[in-house]
C-alpha cells in the first residue's frame, strides 16, 4: 500500500518555521479512528478492554486521546505507573506488566489498584512479602516455550518467534501451581497473559495465540478451580513498515478471536471472561513521524543525505536494521530515481536511517517525513553524543498543532551533572 504522510507540505513547512527540526509529530485524527476500529473489532466481548503499552509512546497528550477513548494503560516501570496516574488512569484501568520486579514497584501498582501480572512464580512469595499480602485480582504471564510460528501455504512461516529463548512468563507447570498458590494466599479472580511474537504481519496471530490461551485458561480452571476472569493477548499486532507489505486487518482479527472464544471458552462455561489487549505499535506507529531537514549531501564512495536526526531520536533502523519509509516532503509524486544513504551525526556507523534507499532527487533543505514512528519511537530514545530530545508535536483533529514536550535544553542535559569536585 502506498505509503502517504498525514500532513502538507505547506502545513509542514509553516510548522518547521515555529518548531526547529528535528520533532516528532503525531496525527490525533488517525489515533482515534485506530482506538475506535480495535473497539469495534472487539466489541462482540463486553468486557474488552486495551490496555496501551505506555513503553511505545510515553507522552501524556498522547495517553490522555487514548483514555478518552476507552483504553486503559499497561505499564511495566515505576516511572510508566507515574505516568499513568499522572495522566488520570487509576485502578483496574492500569495493567502492571513488568519483569525482575522491584519491591516499591509492586507497592505503588498496589497502591494504585492496578491490575498486577506476575513474570514469574518466584514474585508469588515476593509480592505477598512486599504487600503483605496477595491483592484479590492477580494475573500471570505464561511462556510455552519451544518456537511459536504460524504458516502460510505460499512463504513458509509467515510468524516465527522462539519463546524458549525468551525470559518471560511461566511455564505450564508452574502456572497450574502457582495459581493454586495465589488462590490459598486469596487470590479470587484471575488472568492469564502471554506475548509470542512481536511486530506481526497476519491476521492470524492474535487468534492462534487466543486459541492457545483459552484452552490453558480452561485447563486452569477445570483443574484448579480458579476463575479466570480475563485473558489478556498482550501486544505484537504489526503495522506494515514497508509498503509492499499487507497490513493487518483488526476486524478480520477480532472476528478470529471470536471464532476461538466461541469454541473454547463458551463450551467450558467460561463465556463470561473478558478478552484484554496491550497493544502498543498498532495503536501509535502510523500516526507518529519523524520529521528531518536535510542538512549536508556527501559523495564518497556512495552518496550520503545527511539530515538534522539521529538514531538518539529514532533508534530502530540502527538497533534493529528496521525499515522505516521515507517520504520527501513536496516529491511524492516524482520518480525514485536516486539512490541514497540517509544518515544521522552520530559518531556511529550505524547511525543511518536508510542505505540504498531509491529516492526522488533531493535537495538541500528538503524536509523528510520518517513514516510509522509513532510507537517505540520517541521513547527509545537516548542523550549518546551529547544528543538533545527532540520535541513532540500534535497535529489536533482540527487542524491545529500543540507542542505536547518541549525539545530538551543543553540545560536538562547538564541538569544531572556534579561539576564540583
Ligand atoms: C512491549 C509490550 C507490549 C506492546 O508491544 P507492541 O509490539 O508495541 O504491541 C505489550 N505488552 C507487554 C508486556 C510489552 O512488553
Excluded at 502510523?286 to 531537514?293: D, E, S, V
Aim: aromatic share 10%; proline share 5%.
Amino acid at each position: 500500500m502506498e505509503k502517504r504522510p498525514f500532513v502538507t507540505l505547506p502545513r509542514l513547512q509553516a510548522i518547521a518555521e515555529e518548531y526547529p527540526t528535528p520533532f516528532y509529530l503525531y496525527d490525533e485524527a488517525g489515533i482515534r479512528a485506530t482506538a475506535r476500529d480495535l473497539r469495534a473489532a472487539f466489541s462482540w466481548n463486553p468486557g474488552f478492554v486495551e490496555h496501551f503499552a505506555v513503553k511505545a509512546t510515553p507522552t501524556p497528550a498522547i495517553l490522555k486521546i487514548l483514555r478518552e477513548e476507552g483504553c486503559g494503560v499497561d505499564c511495566s516501570s515505576l516511572t510508566e505507573l507515574m505516568l499513568a496516574q499522572r495522566c488520570g488512569f487509576a485502578g483496574e484501568e492500569i495493567m502492571f506488566s513488568s519483569n525482575e520486579t522491584p519491591a516499591e514497584e509492586y507497592a505503588l501498582a498496589a497502591r494504585l489498584g492496578a491490575t498486577i501480572n506476575l513474570d514469574d512464580f518466584t514474585h508469588i512469595d515476593f509480592l505477598r512479602d512486599t504487600l503483605g499480602c496477595i491483592p484479590e485480582k492477580i494475573s500471570c504471564r505464561f511462556n510455552p516455550g519451544g518456537v511459536f510460528r504460524l504458516s502460510t501455504s505460499r512463504e513458509g512461516f509467515q510468524v516465527m518467534d522462539t519463546p524458549g529463548d525468551s525470559k518471560y512468563g511461566f511455564t505450564r507447570d508452574q502456572l497450574f501451581a502457582g495459581y493454586r498458590k495465589l488462590k490459598a494466599m486469596g487470590a479470587k479472580e484471575f488472568g492469564l497473559h502471554a506475548f509470542l511474537a512481536s511486530n506481526t504481519i497476519s491476521n492470524a496471530y492474535y487468534p492462534a495465540l487466543a486459541g492457545i490461551l483459552f484452552q490453558l485458561a480452561a485447563d486452569l480452571q477445570r483443574e484448579t478451580g480458579c476463575h479466570v476472569t480475563f485473558i489478556n493477548l498482550s501486544g505484537g499486532v504489526g503495522v506494515p513498515y514497508r509498503p509492499d507489505q499487507e497490513p493487518n486487518d483488526i476486524f478480520a482479527i477480532g472476528e478470529g478471536v471470536r471464532e476461538q472464544y466461541e469454541k473454547i471458552l463458551v463450551p467450558a462455561g467460561m463465556g463470561d471472561v473478558a478478552i484484554h489487549t496491550e497493544l502498543g505499535r498498532f495503536m501509535l506507529a502510523p500516526h507518529g513521524a519523524l520529521i528531518t531537514r536535510v542538512l549536508h549531501f556527501k559523495h564518497i564512495y556512495k552518496e550520503y543525505v545527511g539530515v538534522d536526526a539521529c538514531a538518539a531520536n529514532l533508534m530502530r533502523p540502527a538497533m534493529y536494521g528496521a525499515y522505516h519509509h521515507i517520504t520527501v516532503m513536496g516529491r511524492e509524486d516524482e520518480p525514485c530515481d536516486h539512490i541514497y544513504d540517509v544518515v544521522g551525526g552520530l559518531c556511529e556507523n550505524n547511525d543511518k536511517f536508510a542505505v540504498d534507499r531509491p529516492l526522488p532527487k533531493i535537495e538541500l533543505g528538503d524536509l523528510l517525513f520518517l513514516h510509522d514512528a509513532g510507537a517505540h519511537g520517541f521513547s527509545m530514545g537516548y542523550n549518546y553524543n551529547g544528543r538533545l530530545r527532540s520535541a513532540e508535536l500534535l497535529l489536533r483533529t482540527d487542524g491545529t498543532v500543540k507542542l505536547i514536550r518541549r525539545a530538551e535544553t543543553p540545560e536538562d542535559y547538564f541538569a544531572t551533572m556534579v561539576f564540583d569536585r
